[in-house]
């Protein structure tokens, strides 16, 4: 892989970008494959490299609908964490933010990981009993949790509203200091130019109209690109599982949602951390570029569209005022939605199904993003080995039928599903 100097990027840069090396080429399918990821983005992307590195399995095609990081690995707010009270959460968030931290170093790519803390505000003392108890949890499991008080918040972020006349006081936090963020389609870019020289073949504008199932066993994907033979086919599509689950006479037990994001004109930094608003489903991060970074809620309707609607948008910013004030003062720039799988107890699902070779890796509600580099290293392993992993064991597709859901009120700064 070519190396740029601070010259030669010079260079390029004045000269219209016109020798610029691809990062990674777009294959056309071949007639057979080892293995059909279905699905460009985070999940689908990390599941190939690791397949390819651990796994040793290489004649694989990512097929994409559209482009490559697309879809919701590029529309979302960037937050990483693990501060979540359920051990099967804990342990295999916690897992995903070991492989953060050395996942530019991993990928030889620079994803711009910044651990700078994720601090949830707590509005009163029930709320701030129960962020106790998540606390105690996560450091009980080996994870970082600090409870800060009243006058710490005061000094970490003296801007949000702590008069006596504030609608929503603030009584105290819960932070990870290790949670963070970082740039999501960096992470793609990453991933897919790691698999590209690995042999790996990435077809973006190729959308799956169909399977070739037989005698209960996948034989291949019909696409737009012509048919795919295939003994294994893993789907990492996010909001879009339930449309392709329904060609395979599947119904799963999620909705598809769409969760709006937005960002603001930049200013001069002032935010340290990643702040979540107690009170509501609001939280807010500075980017490198000075930009506030906010989201908030889903739209309360079914969607497959990659966009929301201005009252949903009015909802969070007026949550993002009540908490820091001087947000009033801003411009938004731009707005986006990304199609969130949420499933009905908020925690993922990775399994095999009940058709051989075919592979499911969806659910993942709010923590799609963060989940990316340990969500494709056991959703390899479960493709691989045709087992599930024991990290992700207990997300198994049954759970639903024998009741043992993993109803974790972490997943959000509030839930409302579950």
């Known amino acids: 892989m070519q190396r740029y100097s601070i010259f030669s990027l010079i260079k390029n840069a004045f000269g219209g970008h016109k020798d610029w090396e691809v990062a990674w080429k777009d294959s056309e399918p071949k007639k057979e494959y080892d293995v059909v990821i279905i699905g460009a983005g985070g999940h689908g992307l990390a599941t190939a490299y690791y397949l390819a590195k651990e796994h040793k399995i290489t004649n694989i095609a990512v097929l994409e ?16 964490r693990s501060n979540y009270m359920f051990d099967p959460n804990g342990f295999f968030y916690e897992h995903g933010m070991k492989m953060w931290e050395n996942l530019s170093q991993e990928l030889n790519y620079n994803v ?5 803390g994720i601090i949830n505000l707590a509005h009163s003392d029930a709320q701030l009993n129960v962020f106790y108890r ?60 790691q698999i590209n020289s690995m042999g790996v073949d990435i077809i973006q504008h190729c959308e799956v109209t169909g399977f070739d199932v037989q005698n209960g066993k996948i034989q291949g994907v019909q696409t737009s690109k012509g048919n795919i033979k295939t003994k294994k086919v893993g789907l990492c599509v996010a909001g879009n599982t339930s449309l392709l689950a329904e060609k395979l006479n599947m119904k799963l037990p999620i909705e598809s949602h769409v969760l709006q994001a937005c960002v603001s004109e930049p200013v001069k930094p002032f935010l340290d951390h990643v702040v979540t608003f107690g009170a509501g489903h609001f939280y807010c991060s500075q980017s490198d570029k000075g930009e ?5 809620d889903l739209d309360g309707y079914n969607s497959y569209a990659q966009r929301g609607n201005l009252p949903t948008l009015q909802h969070v910013l007026t949550e993002g005022v009540a908490m820091f004030p001087n947000l009033s003062r801003l411009k938004m720039l731009r707005t986006w939605g990304g199609i969130m799988d949420m499933s009905m107890d908020g925690s993922p699902i990775i399994d095999k199904t009940h058709i051989d070779g075919v592979y499911l890796n969806c659910g993942w509600c709010y923590g799609g993003f963060k989940a990316t580099p340990v969500s494709g290293w056991t959703f390899a392993h479960t493709i691989a080995k045709d087992e599930v992993h024991e990290l992700s064991s207990k997300y198994r597709l049954n759970r639903f039928n024998t009741g043992h859901l993993i109803d974790e009120k972490g997943l959000g700064t509030k839930t409302w599903i579950g």
């Not at 609908?65 to 990483?80: C, E, F």
């Open 292 to 296: 506030m970074v906010m989201g908030g």
């Open 112 to 116: 711009m990981y910044s651990p700078r």
């Open 134 to 193: 998540r606390g105690n949890s996560m450091r009980l499991n080996g994870i970082d949790a600090v409870m800060l008080g009243r006058d710490e918040l005061k000094k970490m972020i003296p801007f949000a509203d702590f008069s006596e006349s504030a609608r929503f006081p603030i009584f105290g936090g819960l932070m990870q200091p290790r949670g963070g963020t970082a740039r999501h389609d960096a992470v793609a870019w990453g991933y897919a130019r």
């Open 65 to 80: 609908k559209g482009w490559l990081g697309g879809g919701s690995v590029g529309r979302n707010t960037s937050i990483l």
